[in-house]
C-alpha cells in the first residue's frame, strides 16, 4: 500500500534535476581538471588522483549525514547548502588548476581545500537528496524512482561533457575558470528552482512522525548486522573498484595514444556517459514492464559485458590508427549503464527493507553506507589506476602498452565482481522484488 506522503512523478522529476546538476558540477573535477593536470600540465597522475581521493575521502562521512537525514524532516536545506558547497569547490578547483600553471605550491594548496568542498558538498546533497526520496516515495515506485533520478545524473555528466568539449578548446586556464563559475551558478539555481515546495507539500500529507532516535553508532551496528545489506555493500565496493580504475585515464588515453585535443578527450568521455544513459533507459523500461525480475541478470551482464569492453580497449591502443575508439567507449558505458541501473534498483528496495519488515527504517543510514562504500571504491580505484599508470609508464617503453596493462587489470576485476554480483544479488532478491511496476495516475 502507498504512503500517505506519496511524491508525484513530477516531483521525483524535479529531484531527479537536482541530481542532473550535481553530475553536470562533478565532471568537471573528474575528467576535466584531471585531464589538464595530466596533459597539459604534465604533473604525475598520482597529483589528480590524490586529490579526487580526498573528496571521495570526506564522503565517508555519508553514514553520518543519513542517520541525521533519518532524525530530521527537513532536508531540502542541506541539499541546496550541498550543492553550494560542492559549486565553490568545483570553481576553486579549476582556479587552482590556473595557479599551478604558474605557481605549483599556491595552486595545489588551492586544490586541496577545494577537493575537499567537494567532497563535503557531494555527500551532503546526495545523501540527503537520496534519504527524501526513500522517506516520500511509495514502496511501489521506489526501484523506478532510484533509477530515473540516476539516469537524469547521467544526462547531467553526458551533456556537460560535450558541452564542456565545445566551449573549452582552445584550452586556457581563465577559460576553464570561466566555464565552472557558469556550470556552478546555472546548477545552483536549477537546484534551489527544482525542490521549491517539493518537500513542504510531501510533509504536508503525511502526518507528524516521531523524530528516529539513538546514535549513529548504534544506527550503523544494525544496518552492518543486516546479511543482505553486508553482502550489497560488499558487491558495491567491488563493481565501484572496477568501475572508476580507468575514469582517470581515459580522457589522458585519448590524449596521449589517439593525439586528441582538450576538448576531444572531454566529448569522450560524455560519448561514454551517453553509452551509459542508453543503457540505463533500456533497463529502467523493462523494468517498468517487468519488475525487479531480471535485476540480478542486468547486474551480472553488465559487469561481465564492461570488462570485455576494457580488455578490447586495452588492445585498441596498439592498433590506434584504426581502432574504433568512440565506439568500444560508447559500449563500455553502455554496460556499465545496464549494472548500474539494476544496483541501484536493488538498493533503493533494500534501503526500505526495514520499514517492510516492521521495524525502524534507516533509509538514510542505509543509503549512507552503500553511498560510502562507493565513495570508498570509487577513490581507491582512481588512485591505484593513476598509480598503476605511473609505475607501468616508467617501466615499459611505449605509452599504449602502459594504458593497456591499467585496462586488461579493470577488465578482469569487473569479471570478478560480475562473481559477486552472482552471489550478493542472491542473498538480497527476496528483499529487493519488487511487483511488476506501474505508474499509478496523479
Known sequence: MSSPATLSWLSIVRIGLVQTALGAVVVLCTATINRVMIVELALLAMIPAVLIGLYHGFQLLR???????????????????????????TVGAAAANAWMETAFWPGLFLGVFSFAAVG??????ATNLLA??????APE?????GSLVWILMIAGLAASGITIGQVLDPYSGERLVTVAAAIAVIAILLTVVALIGVERRALDTQPEQPRRQGSFAQAARDVWQDRQARLFTLFVFVA?????TQDLILEPYGGHVFGMTVGQSTALGGTMHAGALIGMIIVFAMGLITGARFTRTFMITGCIGSGICLLALAMGGLSA???PLTVNVMALGFCNGVFAVAAIGMMMGLASTGTRQGSAAREGTRMGVFGAAQSMGFALGAAFGAAALDVLRSQLPDLAQAYGAVFAFEGVLFLI?????????GAVSQQAAQPALSIPAE
Do not use: C
Open 63 to 89: 553514514p553520518k549525514w543519513g542517520h541525521g537525514a533519518d532524525q530530521g524532516r527537513a532536508r531540502t536545506p542541506w541539499i541546496i547548502g550541498g550543492m553550494a558547497v560542492l559549486a565553490a569547490g
Open 120 to 125: 563535503l558538498g557531494l555527500g551532503a546533497s
Open 132 to 137: 527524501m526520496l526513500a522517506a516520500h516515495v
Open 141 to 145: 515506485r521506489k526501484t523506478a524512482a
Open 240 to 244: 565501484m573498484l572496477a568501475y572508476n
Open 321 to 323: 590508427e584504426t581502432w
Open 417 to 425: 565482481a560480475a562473481v559477486l554480483a552472482r552471489i550478493a544479488a
